[in-house]
């Protein structure tokens, strides 16, 4: 399938602007697509339609105040982005976090990620022209997850939860019970879900073989994630670089060897049910005690830098913070991980039709919010 | 012979008023119940698709959401119409009438009833052939007319299904027509003792998949492509005229599942129940069957839609055609119940051979 | 298309659809049938207790918008703050709870009500008396553990999906 041959009737090429609104681009982004009949010849990204200049922002709010702003980076895994920043802070400002405070951002940064993962395969799959129905299925399971955020934090999408030292809030008394009824229930969807999907021919023909990412490649452009982890790089964050206390549970890093739309899928499926044993495992150690350390709502770092980063649902999100011991940072860079898994996009399309463009594009996994910032 | 003369024979003798009474008749019957079938699919399409996926489907307007239908035609006949400036306006505005008026061509060859139909052509499956890819004209007017690049491509992608599934499609019928030894809609739902769908197994999956491909049903919804060409061919269209556009999909996706049963599940006929209830009990559940998929499947690509035709249906209607003619012609006279197995063991070899030599061809072209 | 399962694997997915129509749908029929909301739910008002306050403009500080504004005079008699006016430009808040959070005499409160949808956007900016609770506008648990212990459960996706159907 993957044979490449050459092109047998050239056509003269035309110039197809594809985004900023189009229903597949996820959010505003723009692509120039060269075509050839059908065929992509090269496209030329654009983006920046939904910059909001977060990082500039950040540099006028206090450190606590920023944590709602990234919220709004990674809409699809707020909670994610809110770990990330505290994790830099604390590092920069070396503040110890609770036991309990540790695990509760494991259990709710998994969860995110499973969330994450059923509006990226979701999505996906709905790019690839199955109308919907994996999609609301997977995001039925979503549903059920938000429902624990909503009870968590009180919001759904943009969770704010995550604090400088802790977490905002302890758990419900209601959290942990609703939580040990869901991970059956997603064993149970997953199960039922590979059933439908798993050997699919057309899904196959249309994902197995497309838009290959080679090793090597994936490593130049800094590739990290599921995205990485199909190309067959073995590279887990939690594993590597441990924060938090990732070190205490025991998961595999599922990866994949072909790096193509396929593996992606697989990937992402098969770290849902790895972060749902990490969830089994840590809700029976959550301890007791205090959930967040006895830290002021304004904060002064000493003078330096941190560098903190995390294994977010879609890759390595890192939070490049300058403090010059006043009460905001003095810069902030934010390593979006969508921004640059959207790198390869382009040696990844060419040569393909432009129904693959969609697919390989969708099994990125990008969120606009992340890229533009 | 004129056409009008021609035309009369059809007509049962006991007609009273003669000709043209029964064509004003059919004529009204056949525009309510395309107009009628068409909300009645959107409706199933859309509460079908609704419960597949979890969630209700239009339930609000009416009792049970019946007038959702209505609702969206009434709204849509409200709305402005909108021409782009670059649209070439003639072809623009011409595009629907095309695309639509064959599809109602298609019900005067359809029995809904035994002798109840506007002609009874001896040329009927012929004629549907003929006239059903005449909507594709229509569909690439739009495509061209818009001076739109989605609605080009889109419009590109049906010219070129529609061209290679013809081809199977006629194929698969042909081998219904050698067993009833006749071209007319009538003879042939007269010579379903059996159901064609089981004496030809493998025709009447040839049949069904081109049908989807030809109307552009999912999974070979590649003019649409909502996720790729945001809406294909009718991009640039609003108001009435997308109404129209969006009659003829629905139109034709009952044009098809009434020639299906016509002529692989034996039409009207069937016991306790009038006929004509048969007839449209018959294609709402070939209807369903198609929304069915829709929920089910992604979408294929463009090579692979071609591959698929000229690679795995068409050796795979030529065998079905082969071995019907073989039957025919050398054991006339045995009955059709041992065609039955015979054609569905032929079937399941021919899917089994065909998948597993089946290969789409390439994907990735050289730049 | 590679029909490395002879097709097997479309007709798998059919089966799965067609099962899907005999459950029970996940949606719920929003202005008739309604859900209870989070007990910690951060809707889109804020609630002021002018007792509790002592004008000490905490709230004002750990905005993130910069949206609440206080207006206070000294009270020579009783010897503290008067806040003569507090006013929030809610259309401006993005009710991420942080001022419920910094308020050292828990006199914020986030509100529990939704559907507070406004004609006009003056009409989000609230001062003084519009901001205190009432039954309209009654407070959530947010950051507030003994009002939330009073709130309704919350209705969970999790509960309705292994529920019979009717």
């Known amino acids: 399938m993957t044979t490449t041959q050459e092109i047998s009737l050239q056509t003269e090429p035309f110039v197809l602007n594809m985004g900023p609104l189009h229903p597949s681009t996820h959010g505003v982004y723009r692509m120039r697509v060269t075509l050839d009949g059908e065929v992509v010849l090269d496209i030329e990204p654009m983006f920046g339609y939904l910059h909001r200049g977060i990082e500039k922002l950040m540099e006028e709010r206090t450190y606590t105040g920023c944590i709602p702003l990234t919220d709004r980076l990674d809409y699809a895994s707020a909670m994610g982005n809110n770990l990330a920043y505290c994790v830099a802070v604390e590092k920069l400002a070396k503040i110890r976090v609770p036991e309990r405070g540790e695990y509760i951002r494991v259990i709710t940064a998994e969860m995110i990620r499973i969330a994450n993962h059923c509006l990226a395969v979701g999505s996906m799959l709905n790019d690839a022209g199955a109308l919907g129905t994996p999609f609301f299925y997977l995001w039925n399971e979503r549903e059920k997850l938000y429902d624990l955020f909503e009870m968590l934090c009180g919001q759904r999408v943009l969770h704010n939860y995550i604090r400088i030292g802790g977490v905002s809030q302890d758990l419900p008394d209601e959290f942990l019970p609703a939580l040990e009824k869901f991970v059956p229930q997603l064993h149970k969807f997953i199960n039922e879900f590979e059933f439908f999907l798993k050997q699919n021919e057309i899904l196959i023909a249309r994902a197995q073989g497309v838009g290959v990412l080679p090793k090597d490649v994936a490593l130049n452009c800094g590739i990290s994630g599921p995205l990485a982890r199909a190309s067959g790089i073995k590279r887990d964050l939690r594993k590597d670089d441990p924060y938090s206390v990732y070190d205490r549970f025991e998961f595999d890093i599922p990866t994949a060897e072909n790096g193509d739309c396929y593996d992606r899928y697989r990937v992402r499926m098969e770290e849902m049910k790895q972060s749902l044993h990490i969830i089994d495992q840590a809700i029976k150690k959550v301890p007791g005690g205090p959930f967040r350390a006895k830290v002021p709502q304004i904060i002064r770092p000493p003078a330096g830098e941190a560098y903190g980063h995390i294994e977010g649902p879609k890759g390595e999100l890192g939070f490049y913070l300058v403090s010059d011991n006043s009460i905001a940072p003095y810069r902030c860079h934010i390593r979006s991980t969508s921004f640059i898994n959207l790198t390869a996009l382009r040696q990844m399309v060419k040569g393909w039709k432009i129904a693959d463009l969609i697919v390989i594009f969708g099994s990125i996994d990008i969120t606009m919010g992340e890229v533009d910032r | ?367 | 298309m590679q029909f490395k399962f002879f097709g097997i694997g479309m007709l798998k997915g059919l089966a799965v659809t067609i099962l899907h129509i005999f459950r029970r749908p996940s949606t719920s029929q929003y202005p008739e049938q309604r859900l209870n909301i989070s007990r910690r739910s951060r809707g889109n008002e804020l609630i002021w207790d002018r007792e509790k306050c002592t004008g000490c403009a905490t709230c004002a500080k750990a905005c993130p918008q910069g949206v609440i504004e206080i207006v206070t005079s000294t009270d020579m008699a009783d010897n503290k703050y008067k806040v003569e006016t507090y006013r929030v430009d809610t259309g401006y808040c993005i009710m991420c709870g942080l001022c419920v959070e910094a308020c050292p005499y828990d006199a914020l409160y986030l509100g529990y009500s939704f559907e507070k949808a406004k004609y006009r956007r003056g009409e989000f900016v609230q001062t003084n008396d519009e901001l205190k609770e009432s039954p309209q506008r009654p407070a959530s648990g947010y950051f507030h553990p003994d009002i939330a212990k009073k709130l309704p459960k919350q209705t969970l996706l999790i509960e309705k999906a292994t529920e019979k159907r009717k």
């Open chain 2, 1 to 367: 012979m004129n056409a009008v003369s021609y035309a009369a024979q059809a007509v049962p003798a006991d007609w009273p008023g003669g000709y043209w009474w029964h064509w004003l008749f059919y004529t009204v019957v056949i525009i309510v119940f395309v107009l009628v079938m068409v909300m009645g699919a959107i409706y199933i399409e859309r509460r079908g698709m609704g419960r597949m996926q979890l969630r209700y489907g239009p339930n609000r307007t009416g009792p049970f959401g019946l007038l959702q239908p209505v609702a969206d035609a009434l709204k849509v006949l409200l709305k402005e119409n909108i021409v782009p400036n670059v649209a070439d306006k003639i072809v623009h505005w011409l595009a629907p009438v095309i695309a639509f008026t064959p599809v109602l061509l298609i019900f005067a060859v359809i029995p809904f009833q035994n002798g109840a139909l506007l002609t009874d052509l001896n040329i009927g499956i012929l004629f549907i052939v003929a006239v059903s890819s005449i909507s594709t004209v229509g569909v690439f007017m739009a495509g061209w007319g818009s001076g739109n690049k989605y609605s080009l491509l889109g419009a590109m992608r049906n010219v070129a299904a529609v061209v290679s599934y013809e081809i199977p499609m006629v194929l698969a019928i042909i081998g219904v027509v050698i067993f009833t030894g006749s071209l007319s809609t009538g003879a042939i739902v007269d010579a379903q003792d059996i159901p064609f769908i089981l004496v030809q197994p493998l025709g009447f999956l040839i049949f069904f998949i081109a049908a989807s491909a030809e109307i552009n049903r999912s999974p070979f919804d590649l003019m649409e492509a909502d996720s790729e060409l945001t809406a294909g061919f009718h991009t640039e269209y609003s108001g009435m005229k997308f109404a129209m556009f969006y009659l003829v999909e629905y139109a034709e996706a009952i044009a098809m599942s009434a020639i299906i049963t016509t002529i692989f599940l034996s039409g009207w006929r069937g016991p306790w129940l009038p006929p004509w209830l048969w007839f449209i009990i018959k294609t709402i559940i070939v209807f369903f069957v198609m929304v069915w998929t829709r929920a089910t499947l992604p979408r294929v690509r463009i090579d692979q839609l071609m591959a698929l035709a000229w690679k795995f249906l068409f050796p795979a209607a030529v065998i079905n055609l082969f071995v019907s003619a073989i039957e025919v012609l050398v054991w006339p006279d045995i009955s059709q119940w041992i065609f039955v197995g015979v054609n569905i063991a032929v079937a399941v070899i021919a899917i089994g051979v065909g998948t597993k030599m089946f290969k789409p061809g390439w994907g990735k072209v050289a730049v």
